[in-house]
Each structure stands twice: as structure tokens, then as C-alpha cells.
């Protein structure tokens, strides 16, 4: 176990026996609140009153799991007649088995979900509750939030379909120590990053730490460049799996790109997981990790005397696109249409993603969720850093590996995983991705 993690574990446990030897001595007012709490469920079960509501999420690492668990614990303590029956999975995992839950007699009523198409397919069957009618009603709880981020759960019909637990974006992040001792300054331009990268490869040191072996890695680099060089409008266009076509010289150009990086990249990426990549960048195998904002808890808990720096992507000279977005959203919860519980559902989620809770997310876990005033006190200027840059964010995007129809989705990431074996052209990558997106505009609207 990190010490980190067994740091707060032995915390919690002294905690929780803290509390439990009060409440054996007849400890005053903790006494009464736990009896008085115990005093309602058993009501409320007795009456048939309590509600259960399935939560399902995709954070079952500790501390995050924990932290998530104790929140709804909380909230069943305040609220006796809700009862909570939580589920969880890792990431790729939980992204195949919501699939196949939600529409079913099993769907979660409250559940994780990404901005973009992936929740969009839901939509489509009618399956997320609209929660537009909830915040218009409710002008103190949409004047708390910030709104650049809660736009991004806002689809082109105008319905707000989630509200965000997370607030993410990609930045590069690169170790202090190495950029200093090889004389390099932060690049802010593609020549100045090719140089930097030329630069520590010549010194025998790795300069992009980068695993593939789950594609989704790799479609995070291309989704940025293709903002780069593909027209915002175009991009929009092709996202829609009603009109895309991928006919835009400038998505061959920005595979042309990351075929560049791949010599500068962690050996055979394909064979190696992402969070291996992240590995490498702290034990300083590699210079230069293109990582989340939400990576920045694991990177200062495996190596806490670690000294890092984050830059943007680098702009490109001439490309057509748009260099101003911010690769990222926020990642947060929906809820099904399906669920007896809506009001009772979108109360919870007031408190679970509003300030209070959120402020403590932030303190104790380092996530920032969508809500004003989270960072009040927070010191970790890494943290502060990543905030802000989503605060100054003049446009921010879905993931490429959510914003797409699943089956385009799914053929982008073989064909870049192929790319980056070196099986295939950028030319032929392409022209297989334009089949898919053929293929999509008449299985849109059949629920496939």
C-alpha cells in the first residue's frame, strides 16, 4: 500500500474507533445524533419509507473510492430514508459494463459519464433525465457553479444532462530537474518541443513518457491535434456521426504529427499501460508526460519530492485549426430517466458536487469539481496551477474517445494503435476511418 494511502487508512480507522468508543460511553451529544439517526432508519425501513438509489461510479481506487463512499454514508445518515447501493469498476470496464446496464431493469439511478457522444447515445434512446427544469428552478444552485464548465454538459438541443465531479484538461507535464541540467527552456512552439525532444534523446534520456496499451492514451493526442489542424466547423461536422466524412487533409496532417513524436516516445508504447507511462515519468525515466490535471494526487503521492512543471501543447505554425482549446472537460454524474427517485436523485447531487463537499474533495482527494470557492485555503500551487489553467481555458473539448460514435470511435483507435506499431500510413488510417463514418450516418437514430 502507498504510504500515502495507508497514511490516511490509519487516520480513518483511528477516526471511525474515535467515534464508536464515544458513542459506547454515552458521549453526550454524539451519542444522541447516531441514536437519533439509527432512531429514523429504523423507521423508515419499519414504514417501507426508504428509498434506494443505485450509485454507480468508476473510481474504485483508494482514496477516491473511500472518499466517494463516505460522502453517500453521509448523506444516508442526514437522510435516513435514502439508502444507497453502490457499484463501481475500473475505467474500461465500467465503460462496457454502463453500456450494457443502462436501458436494462439494472440501470444505476444516478451514474458516471463522460461529456460527448458516449453519454449522447443515451440521450438518443432517451434514457437521461433532462435536468434544464431542476436549475432553472433553482437560480442559487446555478449561480454557484461555474458556468464554463457546466456549458460543457449542455448538448446542442440545450438540454443539461450532468453535472460535473471533476473538473479535467491535458497539459504537459516535465521534470524540473532534467529541463534545467540539459539547459532547456519550456517550448511553447511544435519546433521548440521537437528541439527540446531532439535535445534529450542526444543526453540518453527518454523525453515523452507515454503507454498505449488501452487506446484510449493515444486518442488524446490526436483529438488535440486534430483542433489544430482541422477547422472547428469541419471538426464539428464530422463529430456528428449524421455528417462526418474525415475528408479534411488536416486529420492526415495531425496523425503525421504524432507519428513524429512516436521516436521521442517510451519504447513499444503499445505494450506498455498508461498509468505504467505515468510511472515512468515519476521515477524520472522520462523527461515529459502528457498527463491530466486529475493525475497530479498520483504523481505528488509516488514521488512527494518530485519538482514538475506543466506547459500547454505546442502551437504549430500555420495549421487551420483551433490552438486556443484546451483538450479536456469535465467528468461528472447523470441521471436515468428510468429512476423512481428524480427529485430525490437531483437533491442528493446539489450536495454531492455543490461547495461544501466539494471543498473537501479538493483538500483531501486534490479534484476540483464544478462548484465557486473549492480552492479557498488550498496551498498545493500544482493544483492551483491545473485550476487555473482550466479557469483561463478559452474553449475546452471532450475527449476524442468519447466526442465520437462508438463505432468511429472504435476504429480510431485501432487504426492510431496500428500507426503507432508502425503497421499502417496516416493516409491509410484514414481512408479506413472514412469507411466507418460512412457506415455511422445510417446507424444513427437505430440504437446501435
Not at 17 to 46: F, H, I, R
Not at 99 to 110: E, Y
Not at 236 to 244: E, F, R, T, V, W
Amino acid at each position: 500500500m502507498k504510504r500515502g494511502v495507508l497514511k490516511r487508512a490509519l487516520c480513518g480507522g483511528l477516526a471511525a474507533v474515535m467515534v464508536l468508543s464515544m458513542a459506547a460511553c454515552g458521549g453526550g451529544t454524539g451519542t444522541t445524533a447516531v441514536n437519533s439517526t439509527e432512531e429514523k432508519t429504523t423507521e423508515a425501513k419499519a414504514s417501507g419509507e426508504q428509498k434506494v438509489i443505485k450509485f454507480m461510479h468508476r473510481f474504485p481506487d483508494e482514496p477516491y473510492n473511500s472518499f466517494i463512499e463516505s460522502k453517500l454514508h453521509e448523506y444516508e445518515a442526514m437522510h435516513p430514508e435514502i439508502k444507497f447501493e453502490i457499484t463501481s469498476a475500473q475505467n474500461q470496464e465500467y465503460k462496457e459494463k454502463i453500456k450494457i446496464v443502462v436501458g436494462g431493469d439494472d440501470t444505476p439511478d444516478i451514474f458516471f459519464s463522460w461529456v460527448g457522444d458516449f453519454t449522447e447515445r443515451f440521450i438518443r434512446e432517451d434514457l437521461i433525465l433532462d435536468l434544464t427544469p431542476y436549475m432553472e428552478a433553482d437560480q442559487q444552485w446555478k449561480d454557484s457553479l461555474i458556468e464554463s464548465q457546466i456549458e460543457q454538459y449542455i448538448n446542442k438541443d440545450g438540454m443539461l444532462y450532468g453535472i460535473p465531479f471533476r473538473l479535467d484538461c491535458k497539459l504537459f507535464f516535465y521534470n524540473s530537474k532534467i529541463f534545467e541540467e540539459n539547459n532547456i527552456e519550456v517550448p511553447k512552439t511544435w519546433d521548440e518541443f521537437m528541439a527540446a525532444c531532439e535535445t534529450l534523446k542526444a543526453a540518453g534520456i527518454t523525453p515523452i513518457a507515454y503507454g498505449n496499451q488501452e487506446p484510449w492514451s493515444a486518442s488524446h493526442y490526436i483529438g488535440t491535434l486534430n483542433q489544430i489542424f482541422v477547422p472547428d466547423d469541419v471538426r464539428a461536422k464530422d463529430y456528428d456521426p449524421a455528417s462526418g466524412e474525415f475528408t479534411d487533409p488536416g486529420y492526415v496532417e495531425a496523425l503525421k504529427h504524432y507519428q513524429s513524436l512516436l521516436p521521442y516516445m517510451t519504447e513499444n508504447p503499445n505494450g506498455v499501460k498508461p498509468d505504467m507511462g505515468r510511472t515512468n515519468f515519476v521515477m524520472e525515466m522520462a523527461a515529459m508526460y502528457y498527463a491530466e490535471l486529475i493525475e497530479i494526487p498520483y504523481i505528488k503521492q509516488d514521488n512527494p519530492d518530485m519538482n514538475f512543471g506543466m506547459f500547454n501543447f505546442p502551437k504549430v505554425e500555420g495549421a487551420k485549426g483551433n490552438q486556443d482549446i484546451l483538450t479536456g472537460v469535465p467528468e461528472g454524474f447523470v441521471v436515468s430517466s428510468k429512476t423512481q427517485y428524480p427529485d430525490e436523485c437531483v437533491e442528493f447531487l446539489k450536495w454531492f458536487l455543490g461547495k461544501e463537499v466539494g471543498t473537501q474533495q479538493c483538500q483531501e482527494i486534490g479534484w476540483f469539481n464544478a462548484a465557486k470557492g473549492t480552492t479557498e485555503g488550498l496551498t498545493d500551487t500544482a493544483l492551483l496551477d491545473g485550476y487555473q489553467a482550466v479557469m483561463d481555458a478559452k474553449a475546452m473539448s471532450a475527449w476524442l474517445d468519447n466526442a465520437l460514435y462508438s463505432t468511429v470511435c472504435d476504429e480510431y483507435l485501432t487504426t492510431v494503435s496500428d500507426l503507432t506499431n508502425g503497421d499502417i500510413t496516416p493516409e491509410e488510417a484514414m481512408a479506413k476511418i472514412q469507411v466507418k463514418a460512412k457506415e455511422a450516418q445510417t446507424l444513427v437514430g437505430t440504437g446501435k
